[in-house]
Each structure stands twice: as C-alpha cells, then as structure tokens.
C-alpha cells in the first residue's frame, strides 16, 4: 500500500511543471465545510391568534392603569396645591384679623383710662385678641403641613420649601348645566372602560 502511494505521488510531480533543480512535494488532503439554514414558520397557526389577542388584551388593561394612576397623581397634585393656596390666604386673613383685634384692643384701652368702657369689655376684648392670635398660630401650623404635603407628593429633597405662587382668583360662573356637566364626566373616562 505504501509503495502504490508513493508511485502516485511521482506520477503527479512528474504531470507537473517543475523547474531543473528544484524539488516538488504533492501534500494531499480532505476537507470539508457544510452550512445550512432552516426556518419554519406557520403562516397560517390557529393557537397563536387567541395569545396574539391575549396579549393584545392585557396591553391595552396595562396602559388603562397606567393613564388612570396618571390621572390620580395629577389630581392629588392639584389638590394639594389648592390647598396650599387656601392656607396661603387663610394665613393671610387671620393675620388682618389680628391686626384688626389689636387696633380695637387698643381703642378700648384708651377708652378704658378715660372710664367710659367697663372692665368686662377690655376683657372680652383681650380674649377675642387671644383667640385670633391662636387662630393665626394654628393657620401658620396648617400652611407648614400643606407645603410639607406638597413636597413629600412631589418627591422634594427636604431643604426646600414650595410656595404657592399663583394669585387666589374668582372663576367665571360654569358654562354647562348640570346634566351636560355628568355627560361630559362619563365620556371618555377610562375608569369606566
């Protein structure tokens, strides 16, 4: 076997050009390279449809929750806020009513020295400035906890304070009566969906 190898060998470097002085070697050997690509798909599957619809399904349950805590979040922002400003301004009236208090105080303690108003006037008047001043302190108390409300609602580092910087204004009367009011409600309300 080996000598039947090796005359071939010879016969194929003597079938080739070799130039005078050189040697030629023949090296033989195998190899083999295989490649393949399969792809399957059903163009017609009766068990994907119902999945295709489920998922469908919950995409649209998914985004519906979504929109709704949307919703929530803006409208807990809103109220909030308003009431922020309804403390803002009850800040304000109770201080105007303190003041108030002390300017008449003082009147009555003048009329007081002149002996035209009885004692008991100058101490209901002191306890009417006492409660104002109460309601002031618990006023300012309220507008403390609406901001902080308002800053833990909008994920605020601690150091700052948020202010209600929008003027108190009257509204126009509503347009719509109270029926198209509902109607309106129901329309497009993804809760009811």
Known sequence: LHKEYRRQRQ???????VPTGATAYLNQGNRSVAAGLELRYALVDFARTPVVQEARARLKESRSRYANGLRRL????????YNLQ????????????????L??????????????????????????????????????ADRAVA?????????LEPGLTPTA???????PTWPLDLET?????????????
């Open 11 to 17: 016969m194929c470097i003597r079938d080739s050009y």
């Open 74 to 81: 803006q409208l807990a922002v809103s109220e909030t806020y």
């Open 86 to 101: 309804r403390s803002d301004q009850l800040v304000r009236i109770r201080d105007a009513d303190l003041r108030n208090d």
């Open 103 to 140: 300017v008449i105080l003082q009147d009555v303690l003048a009329l007081k020295q002149a002996g035209l108003v009885p004692r008991l006037d100058l101490l209901r008047r002191r306890a009417i400035e006492a409660e104002s001043q109460e309601l002031l302190t618990q006023a300012l």
């Open 147 to 155: 901001r902080r409300r308002l800053a833990t609602l909008l994920n």
């Open 165 to 171: 910087s929008d003027p108190v204004q009257l509204q």
């Open 181 to 193: 009011s509902l109607l309106g409600a129901y329309q497009g309300n993804p809760e009811l969906e």
